[in-house]
């Protein structure tokens, strides 16, 4: 078998069996397929695409290119909830514990942020003294006992796809549907999951922009998910604006107790709920989404929720103090009003910009390399649809260097006001397999 007839058929739309794509992802973890034969197939995949089943092989091949977590020594059904990303994405900090409270065991190994803000690490780490390190037998012990842990990933995950995202980042074949779909998938799958959700973001902030191209890709990744023998479903959530009023590390968990405690934002709690909903019933807990969302609310507000987001910080040797005073997390040097130049409703507000601005604050990474800030980033007054007037406060921003001139003219540039707006619609559609 030659890489070079791999990428002809390809090239000329034809598919690839099992056993030429086994053959090409062992081939090219091992480095004896060089880069730029693997660089010349993707951009035959970038305009030939593939099918289901070629996608589904390339997933798999790719989860087992390193390691395969075993979490078969935890209790019930582990489902596992993914985001394709977004600006204020808080989630995952209210989703793991609320969901931990009604028995399904929440083993969440995540990964650090690259972009406008950190990712779920980062947002725990945040948590004076919270560590994400620990030893696989603490890990299922945890789980077991509390139902809920977050780690950092260990092992050697899917190989393949680290090597392969490098090189589709500077190939300009980052957007393809198969490529993006099997990334995802191959983590998911390699970490241990019975079950997977997916929180598709479209829009401004999201990868995909479209709620067409965010249908396939939610389509297509259910359909792996369901082949590779996961139950796999699919939440298309709007991400035109933030999510939430808070973008940065520290502000997020500020955000995330408030939900804990009730006091969440709306768009939040109903992403929160909705994607928490179908982890239920993918665990079987319930097969009824109303039933699912009254469990959760309740948890939400008999304070269990919060209270086992307490017993996962004293777990993990995170300073409890301040699940009861979150604001002690607020420690940005300086903070600043940005004020509305005329009155009227929010039309707009670019939420990739606005994650841009948090970045150069420090909330974010440019290079992998990058140290975070964990104590700033912008907290938002006003989203789409509301009112304000002229000399009213849009938004603070919380940072640690008096220089926020860059800042404010991104954000200026990037918020609208005109005279009727509505709020977007934050659900987008719901994709389960058959």
């Known amino acids: 078998m030659r890489m070079v007839d791999l990428i002809e058929k390809k090239r000329n739309g034809e598919f690839l069996s099992k056993e030429e794509i086994d053959f090409m992802i062992a081939e090219y973890t091992s480095g004896e397929i060089p880069d730029y034969q ?31 977590i075993d979490l078969s020594a935890l ?28 028995g399904v065991p929440v083993a969440k190994m995540s990964g650090r942020g690259l972009g406008h803000t950190g990712g779920t690490l980062d947002k725990f780490e945040a948590i004076p003294h919270f560590s994400i390190e620990m030893s696989e037998e603490k890990f299922i012990q945890s789980v077991n006992q509390l139902k809920v842990a977050v780690i950092g990933q260990s092992g050697d995950l899917a190989p393949a796809d680290k090597r392969l995202y490098a090189l589709r980042d500077v190939t300009a074949t980052v957007e393809s549907v198969p490529m993006i779909a099997s990334s995802i998938m191959s983590k998911k799958i390699a970490a241990g999951a019975d079950a997977i959700v997916l929180d598709v973001t479209v829009g401004d902030g999201a990868f995909m922009k479209t709620t067409e191209e965010a249908t396939r890709l939610a389509q297509t990744m259910v359909r792996i998910g369901e082949l590779a023998g996961r139950k796999t479903m699919a939440v298309i959530s709007d991400m035109s604006e ?26 939040l709690m109903e992403l929160v709920y909705t994607l928490a909903a179908q982890m239920l019933m993918l665990a079987e807990v319930t097969d009824d989404f109303e039933q699912a969302k009254k469990m959760l609310v309740e948890k939400i507000e008999n304070g269990e929720a919060l209270e086992k987001f307490r017993e996962m910080v004293a777990n993990q040797g995170g300073d409890v103090s301040i699940v009861d005073e979150p604001e002690k997390l607020l420690t940005a040097s300086v903070k600043k009003e940005l004020f509305a130049e005329k009155s009227g409703y929010i039309t707009r507000m670019v939420a990739d910009k606005i994650g841009v601005a948090a970045m150069k604050l420090g909330a974010g990474r440019e290079k992998k390399e990058d140290d975070i800030d964990f104590a700033v980033g912008i907290l ?16 603070t921003i919380h940072a640690n260097n008096e220089n926020t001139h860059e800042v404010e003219e991104i954000l200026r540039k990037n918020i609208f006001i005109g005279e009727n707006a509505t709020a977007p619609q934050l659900i987008h559609g719901i994709i389960t397999g058959v």
């Open 75 to 102: 209790e019930g059904i582990k489902v596992d909830k993914h985001s394709t990303g977004g600006v204020g994405d808080t989630t995952t900090l209210v989703l793991a514990p609320l969901v931990a409270t009604l």
């Open 242 to 267: 933030p999510l939430g009023f808070a973008i940065g590390n520290s502000l997020e968990v500020v955000e995330a107790i408030h939900a804990l405690r009730g006091e969440g934002p709306a768009d």
């Open 380 to 395: 938002l007054h006003k989203k789409v649809g509301d009112y304000v007037e002229v000399g009213e406060s849009l938004l």
């Open 38 to 68: 693997m660089s010349a197939f993707a951009m035959a995949v970038y305009f030939q695409d593939m099918t289901d089943e070629e996608i589904t092989h390339l997933t798999l091949a790719m989860a087992n290119s390193g390691d395969v």
